[in-house]
């Protein structure tokens, strides 16, 4: 699979997203479960192969009190670039998480 596009689950509370593969998975484009007025949302990756992002991918999970949840499974390999973890880690007001889980399994 191939992501380039733009997914949008943005709401009051954040929104949930899953993009599940038994292939590998690029990501490329955006992935946003933003909360308005709580919360951030959920995006869940799984792939039993391989999960692969670039550096144009966003994934934002912010909300308006506390950031939401990324998590990625992968069997084979997880390739993401630091940068995309940094802006999380760096500057949690703006983007806020309650959760980042990378695991190979």
Do not use: C
Request: cysteine-free.
């Amino acid at each position: 699979i191939i992501h380039s596009g733009n997914i949008y689950a943005n709401g009051a509370f954040g929104g949930k997203i899953n993009v599940i593969s038994k292939d590998s998975i690029k990501l490329d484009g955006s992935i946003l479960a933003k909360g308005i007025t709580d919360k951030g949302g959920k995006v869940i990756i799984m792939s039993e192969n391989a999960i692969e992002t670039t550096p144009k991918n966003v994934i934002d999970v912010s909300g308006q009190y506390k950031g939401g949840e990324i998590r990625t499974l992968a069997k084979k390999n997880i390739k993401i670039p630091k940068k995309t973890l940094d802006k999380h880690l760096n500057n949690p007001k703006k983007y806020p998480l309650d959760e980042i889980f990378v695991q190979k399994i």
